[in-house]
């Protein structure tokens, strides 16, 4: 075969590789091709609890650099066969794509070696992922990590969005884009009659999930432990810790616990600290290449990233975000919700997420089984790339194959991908 036959080959696999033309349904799904988008290595760093815990003196660029690094020593990979990185980020300036890069340099990637950081709000890191796979799947590079990070004890706060102009704020659904998520939800519980006893009893089950599940050592796997200097905020004196364990997960947390909290939004409302997700700090990234190219570097494949769904919806109703993503992606994969085996759905507020549980009718044993962002964590920029890892996890752990990963959006949008284990 001619150099140019070969190409037009390449060109016509690559053409034959979008999303339209993934076979659909379950059995289909769980086939193999040496042109499927795999992963073959995820982890991430604990998760801490922002301003207070295990990370609250220590950087993005730092969290990522280590990230990277157990990336490159877990998985093996020659780091100069990496082409491009995506990171996802909300809250640094810039997205932090400056530190980023130079984290990624540190880390042990050369310079040959990309990296841009994206900013899709609370799905960041999940877009951070779909981007590098959707690139290897056209063909624009072979291998590639999808990565995300947040130090919110940094960066969190008023300062993170900007002021809106004359032209944004005489605009009324334009203008509802900076209405806070607590107050948004809230109001949105209130519409949707999700009551505070549901959202509570939802939450404890979070927290309850998630102490049995790191009681167990079940996140060991996907945690690469960190060793960071912490200021002792009582004597002020810098120590070296070692962070190995998420540190928001509180024990013993029941309903009738979180019944005595203070509504933070509202008198008289529903939500509150402990329904809500924590602020937090942490990174993940996750290593995606072609089958092909998997199996000829001799790289362990842990699973597969099928396809995924983006979509908008009114930025008050932010919250419903999965309840649309869900379905759309289900359709693109040709399968049905009884085809899912695990749910990882961020748990930004119990309302919403609950809310979402319940219209799309879903089991709720198969939502969240280790716990969510209300029991450790929702670093805004790393939950997308975090989830990635937990659910290949679990998927693992307990011998399941299909799983899929959705979270709601901040200005009203909503995304969701599916997941194979091998």
């Not at 640094?92 to 980023?100: D, L």
Request: net charge neutral.
């Amino acid at each position: 075969m001619s150099k140019a036959q070969q190409r037009l080959s390449q060109v016509q696999s690559h053409l034959a590789s979008s999303e339209v033309d993934i076979p659909r349904g379950r059995e289909v799904s769980l086939q193999k091709s040496p042109d499927d988008v795999v992963v073959t290595c995820a982890l991430r760093t604990p998760l801490t609890r922002g301003g207070k815990g295990g990370f609250k003196d220590t950087v993005a660029a730092d969290l990522l650099a280590h990230t990277f690094k157990s990336l490159i020593s877990r998985s093996h990979i020659d780091p100069s066969l990496v082409e491009d990185i995506s990171v996802g980020n909300v809250l640094a300036p810039g997205a932090g794509a400056t530190e980023f890069r130079a984290a990624a340099l540190v880390a042990g990637f050369p310079e040959t070696a990309a990296l841009r950081t994206v900013n899709r709000q609370c799905s960041s890191g999940l877009q951070a992922c779909v981007d590098i796979a959707n690139a290897i799947r056209c063909g624009m590079i072979d291998v590639g990590v999808g990565a995300g990070v947040e130090s919110m004890s940094s960066n969190y706060g008023p300062g993170a969005v900007s002021e809106f102009s004359e032209t944004l704020d005489n605009h009324r659904e334009a203008k509802n884009c900076k209405v806070p998520m607590g107050v948004l939800s809230e109001q949105m519980a209130s519409d949707r009659k999700i009551s505070r006893e549901a959202q509570d009893a939802f939450a404890a089950r979070s927290f309850q999930k998630a102490e049995a599940a790191q009681k167990a050592g079940k996140f060991r796997e996907e945690i690469a432990p960190m060793t960071v200097k912490w200021i002792d905020p009582k004597t002020e004196e810098e120590k070296e810790i070692v962070v190995d364990k998420d540190d928001g997960i509180r024990p013993g947390m029941t309903a009738e616990g979180l019944k005595k909290i203070r509504p933070a939004f509202k008198e008289g409302g529903s939500i509150h600290a402990g329904n809500a997700s924590q602020v937090s700090d942490g990174a993940a990234a996750v290593l995606l290449m072609k089958r092909s190219t998997a199996e000829r570097l001799g790289q362990k494949i842990i699973g597969r990233f099928v396809c995924s769904s983006i979509v908008g919806v009114k930025p008050l109703l932010m919250g419903i975000g999965p309840w649309k993503a869900i379905p759309v992606v289900l359709q693109k994969a040709g399968i049905g919700k009884e085809n899912v085996d695990v749910w990882e759905i961020n748990e930004a507020f119990a309302s919403q997420c609950l809310w979402c549980v319940k219209e799309l009718g879903l089991d709720e044993s198969k939502v969240n089984p280790n716990g969510g962002a209300i029991a450790f964590g929702h670093p805004l920029g790393c939950t997308g790339a975090r989830q990635v890892s937990t659910l290949f996890n679990e998927l693992g752990r307990t011998g399941k194959k299909v799983g899929v990963t959705s979270m709601c959006v901040g200005t009203g949008m909503g995304m969701a991908a599916v997941w194979v284990k091998e």
